[in-house]
């Protein structure tokens, strides 16, 4: 790509689908990579929440992010919450 605004949207597609794979894949490969006889009941159990709840609460959040509306509000959103903090 030649255009600069090309390239951009390129990678925020790219970054925004990795985040969702890494999202997805991450339980997997912490369940069947760490060994059996080290994991918890409660860990499993964490594990499970995190698939189940809260990766497929997170993806329309993390497309949305997409969205110069969307992250400009919650831009505003956060900025207010640091201000009150000081």
């Known amino acids: 790509m030649r255009s600069k605004e090309g390239r951009r949207k390129a990678f925020t597609t790219c970054s925004t689908h990795l985040t969702v794979v890494i999202f997805y894949y991450a339980p997997f490969a912490f ?22 709840i809260l990766t497929p609460m997170l993806n329309p959040i993390i497309y949305c992010l997409r969205n110069k509306e969307v992250l400009g509000a919650m831009r505003r959103v956060c900025g207010m919450f640091s201000s009150r903090k000081k």
Do not use: W
């Open 31 to 52: 369940t069947y990579l760490h060994p059996k006889n080290v994991r918890s009941p409660e860990e499993d159990k964490n594990m499970a929440v995190f698939y189940t």
